[in-house]
């Protein structure tokens, strides 16, 4: 569904979830025998890929029938939505044999999604992510947290459930926030010191049980960089499957220009001008590096950037 909001990297999934079909295992089975059906394999959290006209990437999709039979069964099947009529699923492979290089030879590769995510389409980029966010949970959450006996996936994957005690288990989503803090004409960004040399970047924190959007902000400049908040704006969200989080991207204003790093979550800060910003996202500030475009610390940046 088109939506009047800014798309980030791994948002605008196109496909009609039909969450309400799920749950209905002849309606996932039909789907699953139709020959128009399409599916794609994720092989260790890379999707399998071939080239695209454009000269990008798109996904490469084989016949459900072979996903069937890579699958060994439903348990590695997800069901993730219709192109129109059409049923798309995914399969999720794990071993260290390349696939692509035993049954599924010549038909594709598979990719590191974050290398290949702007190459991708958009849309395609939304579905891998999602499909890539699931698998994770499915590897995470293999056995039931009630009584710690293997659970089962049913509801075409969106589900789990544990045939000892008959709890029932759902994906998890973790919001984090991530914001760009400002005053007056400047903006501040943080970096870590595991980061490649002379990144910076937003700051973010995950959200906390009984906190607000914006009192998990205020809390996290004031840990990580000594700043008080005056206001925070809303920006975008964006599904980032590594593994399971939806960043909630916002601009907060705070009280002055100064701040320090923790030394824990940053090791320092710089604050810059909206000029500045410009030529960071260019590639053109000496001594430093902006976030990959795929992020969406580099959209609030940008965001920023551009308002004056």
């Known amino acids: 569904m088109p939506l009047d909001a800014f798309m980030n990297t791994f948002a605008g999934n196109p496909l009609d979830r039909a969450s309400d079909k799920r749950p209905d295992a002849a309606w996932i089975a039909a789907q699953l025998a139709s020959p128009e059906a399409l599916a794609f394999p994720v092989w260790n959290g890379r999707p399998f890929v071939e080239p695209a006209k454009d000269g990008g990437v798109q996904i490469a999709y084989v016949p459900t029938r072979l996903a069937e039979q890579l699958s060994e069964g439903r348990e590695h099947l997800l069901f993730l939505g219709l192109w129109k009529e059409t049923a798309v699923f995914a399969v999720d492979l ?119 959007i914006e009192e998990a902000c205020a809390r996290e400049l004031s840990e990580e960089a000594g700043l008080r908040t005056r206001k925070v704006r809303y920006h975008s969200t964006q599904p980032w499957p590594y593994p399971s989080s939806l960043m909630i991207g916002l601009i907060a204003e705070v009280e002055d220009d100064e701040g320090a790093p923790d030394q824990t979550e940053l090791s320092e800060i710089r604050w810059i001008t909206r000029d500045e910003a410009r030529k960071l996202i260019k590639g053109e500030l000496d001594g430093m ?20």
């Not at 999602?130 to 589900?159: L, N, Y």
Request: hydrophobic letters at 40%; aromatic letters at 8%; charged letters at 25%.
């Open 94 to 212: 794990e071993g260290e044999a390349n696939p692509a290089e035993g049954p599924l030879a010549g038909m594709g590769k598979f990719e590191d999604l974050r290398r290949i995510a702007l190459q991708l389409p958009a849309t395609e980029a939304a579905i891998i992510g999602t499909a890539k966010a699931m698998f994770e949970w499915r590897r995470r959450h293999r056995h039931c947290a009630v009584c710690g006996q293997p659970s089962q996936a049913i509801d075409g994957g969106w589900k789990r459930r544990c045939p000892s005690c008959e709890a029932e288990h759902f994906p998890r989503t973790d919001p984090v926030v991530i914001m760009l803090p400002w005053h007056g004409e400047r903006c501040m960004l943080g970096r870590q010191e595991a980061w490649p040399k002379g990144m910076f970047s937003a700051l973010a924190g995950f959200l906390e049980p009984g906190e607000s």
């Open 289 to 308: 590096a902006a976030p990959n475009p795929m992020a969406i610390a580099h959209q609030l940046l940008k965001a920023w950037a551009e308002e004056g």
